[in-house]
């Protein structure tokens, strides 16, 4: 007889907000903003200070100062972000190797086969926190139940610095009371059109016909009274691969001017391949992304051959599909510009041509990811990322 699941998710409290606190005692307590602070910034994370304004992340930032005007707004800073949630990461996997990471401050763990040794899944969940804790001076909220919807549910239950357990018996009790908007794949729209039919509570939608259900969600509508009953089948999905490494970024001002794109693109794709190289992949097709003033967005690719994570072949296949696409559309005014990596897999072996170029180009890349990660990220860069004067 196999063991009943036991699923945690663990999703750390306004992670990008409380790093920035606990790095910066005199933010604490403090209604705080992380994200842009350009003209067309966004909120990346919000304390829990400034939250009981209206202020969440996504949100225009202009539009979060309007909500809180005495808010404090610091820029994001990813490389500590990653730093920490690799010491996150780590304490997961001292109790499972079922680790399925949604994002730097959450995942999923599979505890099913820890509990013989390690104790209860609620006793995991505690410890997990404890050890989260001590070792980043933060905290996590934890959801534990027998599969991943009922744990997601939970872990947002008692923020922050919650820990929650549903048990199957409870199930139903859980929760027939929370709104339609809790459960995954119901946004705001939908969940309205649910309102208007009188339909706002889990309890309510499980209670619906399927037939009522189908206009709605047409053939998933079974599979969402299911999910508003608490049943879901999948599984943990440990050591998923990233299907894309990317940066990007929204200019304060609309740019024409292909030389200032090509620089953005150069710093771009610095960027995306220090992160490509931490990550330890390699890239067989580049994607440019460009959203005009009007949000109009195209998106173009390339292969790259052979496959690499060194940052000028990339940059180049990147700088010859911008060159394409300016070409067709000049004089346009571009409003985002992006770049990814994608295809990602192992290295493949390469001729001798080839490994003595790669090489060179792996010298100088791991040269500027030391002096960055020693001296920050703007402490060197290449010259063809360099802005023009004025």
Same mark, same amino acid.
């Given at each position: 007889? *196999?063991?009943?699941r036991?699923i945690?998710?663990?999703?750390?409290?306004?992670?990008?907000?409380?790093?920035? &606190?606990?790095?910066?005692?005199?933010?604490?307590?403090?209604?705080?903003?992380v994200g842009g602070l350009?003209?067309?910034?966004v909120v990346?994370?919000?304390?829990?200070e400034?939250?009981?304004?209206?202020?969440?992340?996504?949100?225009?930032?202009?539009e979060?100062?309007?909500?809180? !005007?005495?808010?404090l707004?610091?820029?994001?800073?990813?490389e500590?972000?990653?730093?920490?949630?690799e010491?996150v990461f780590?304490?997961?996997?001292?109790?499972?190797?079922?680790?399925e990471?949604?994002?730097?401050d959450?995942?999923?763990?599979d505890v099913?086969?820890?509990q013989?040794?390690?104790g209860?899944a609620?006793? #995991?969940?505690?410890?997990?926190?404890?050890?989260?804790n001590?070792?980043?001076g933060l905290?996590?909220s934890v959801?534990?139940a027998s +599969?991943?919807?009922?744990a997601? #549910?939970?872990?947002?239950?008692?923020?922050?610095d919650g820990?929650?357990v549903v048990?199957?018996?409870?199930v139903?009790?859980?929760?027939?009371?929370l709104?339609?908007?809790k459960?995954?794949?119901?946004?705001p =729209? $939908?969940?309205?059109?649910?309102?208007?039919?009188g339909?706002?509570?889990?309890?309510e939608?499980?209670?619906?016909?399927?037939?009522t259900?189908?206009p709605?969600?047409?053939?998933?509508a079974?599979?969402?009274?299911?999910?508003?009953?608490?049943? @879901?089948?999948?599984?943990?999905l440990?050591?998923?691969?990233?299907k894309?490494?990317?940066?990007?970024?929204t200019?304060?001002?609309?740019? *024409?001017a292909p $030389?200032?794109?090509?620089?953005?693109?150069a710093?771009?794709?610095?960027?995306?391949?220090?992160?490509?190289? &931490?990550?330890?992949?390699?890239?067989?097709?580049?994607v440019? =992304?460009?959203?005009?003033? @009007?949000?109009?967005?195209?998106?173009?690719?390339?292969?790259v051959?052979?496959?690499?994570?060194? *940052?000028?072949?990339?940059?180049?296949?990147a700088?010859?599909?911008?060159d394409?696409?300016?070409?067709? +559309?000049?004089? $346009?005014?571009v409003?985002?510009?992006?770049?990814?990596?994608?295809?990602?897999? =192992?290295?493949? &072996?390469?001729?001798?041509?080839e490994a003595?170029?790669?090489?060179?180009?792996?010298?100088?890349?791991?040269?500027? @990811?030391?002096?960055r990660a020693?001296f920050?990220?703007?402490?060197?860069?290449?010259a063809s990322?360099?802005? !023009?004067?004025g």
């Amino acid at each position: 007889m *196999t063991n009943p699941r036991a699923i945690l998710h663990v999703d750390m409290d306004a992670f990008y907000a409380s790093v920035e &606190q606990h790095d910066h005692p005199e933010l604490r307590g403090k209604p705080l903003i992380v994200g842009g602070l350009g003209q067309r910034g966004v909120v990346a994370a919000a304390s829990y200070e400034v939250r009981s304004f209206g202020v969440h992340s996504a949100m225009p930032m202009r539009e979060a100062l309007r909500r809180c !005007p005495h808010a404090l707004c610091v820029r994001p800073r990813f490389e500590r972000y990653r730093a920490v949630s690799e010491q996150v990461f780590e304490v997961f996997r001292q109790f499972t190797p079922v680790v399925e990471g949604l994002s730097l401050d959450e995942a999923f763990l599979d505890v099913t086969d820890s509990q013989a040794a390690l104790g209860s899944a609620a006793a #995991i969940a505690s410890c997990i926190k404890r050890l989260i804790n001590e070792r980043t001076g933060l905290t996590a909220s934890v959801g534990v139940a027998s +599969n991943k919807l009922l744990a997601k #549910i939970a872990s947002d239950l008692r923020k922050p610095d919650g820990l929650v357990v549903v048990a199957d018996s409870e199930v139903n009790v859980v929760l027939d009371p929370l709104s339609v908007r809790k459960l995954f794949g119901i946004g705001p =729209k $939908t969940a309205a059109h649910l309102e208007q039919l009188g339909i706002a509570t889990l309890g309510e939608l499980r209670a619906t016909s399927e037939q009522t259900l189908q206009p709605l969600f047409g053939r998933h509508a079974a599979l969402i009274k299911a999910r508003a009953a608490g049943i @879901d089948e999948r599984p943990v999905l440990a050591h998923c691969d990233e299907k894309q490494i990317s940066a990007e970024t929204t200019f304060d001002i609309d740019l *024409t001017a292909p $030389t200032q794109l090509h620089g953005e693109l150069a710093r771009l794709a610095d960027r995306m391949g220090t992160r490509l190289r &931490q990550s330890g992949w390699v890239a067989n097709r580049v994607v440019l =992304k460009i959203r005009r003033k @009007d949000f109009r967005t195209f998106t173009r690719q390339a292969r790259v051959r052979p496959a690499t994570q060194a *940052t000028q072949p990339l940059a180049r296949a990147a700088a010859q599909l911008l060159d394409q696409w300016l070409q067709a +559309n000049r004089g $346009t005014a571009v409003r985002l510009l992006g770049i990814g990596a994608t295809d990602l897999g =192992k290295a493949p &072996q390469l001729d001798m041509f080839e490994a003595q170029q790669a090489a060179r180009d792996q010298r100088l890349d791991h040269a500027l @990811d030391d002096i960055r990660a020693k001296f920050g990220a703007r402490a060197v860069e290449r010259a063809s990322s360099l802005r !023009p004067r004025g």
